[in-house]
Nanobody, 119 residues
Framework: QVQLVESGGGLVQAGGSLRLSCVASGTIFSLNAMGWYRQAPGKQRELVARILSGFSTNYADSVKGRFTISRNNAKKTVYLQMNSLKLEDTAVYFC?????????????WGKGTLVTVSS
């Protein structure tokens, strides 16, 4: 059974930083593309950043240059370093694991961690 557990959310002032972590279990992990998504109140869930098994990355335009996604396969953990946070970054952030066809045959989601950016 694949499980994803996020941590690291909280309240931060605009311009500050936070690092989110997502620990996976029940999967090989190194073969899985991983992503961070977010959902603000009244809005649809959107992709924030994604990292492939080969460590290539892509980002939403709104976070380029401010957020960095990384992974540690030995720890089965994906991170999202968020710098220069803005009010509009306030959202629940979800970790996503994409299927690898071996240990995970569908997408899996964590329960989310709340990030609140204040002025």
């Amino acid at each position: 059974q694949v499980q994803l557990v996020e941590s690291g959310g909280g309240l931060v002032q605009a311009g500050g930083s936070l690092r989110l972590s997502c620990v996976a279990s029940g999967t090989i992990f190194s073969l899985n593309a991983m992503g961070w998504y977010r959902q603000a109140p009244g809005k649809q869930r959107e992709l924030v950043a994604r990292i492939l098994s080969g460590f290539s990355t892509n980002y939403a335009d709104s976070v380029k240059g401010r957020f960095t996604i990384s992974r540690n396969n030995a720890k089965k953990t994906v991170y999202l370093q968020m710098n220069s946070l803005k009010l509009e970054d306030t959202a629940v952030y979800f970790c996503n694991l994409e299927p690898d066809g071996i240990s995970a045959n569908r997408d899996y989601w964590g329960k989310g961690t709340l990030v609140t950016v204040s002025s």
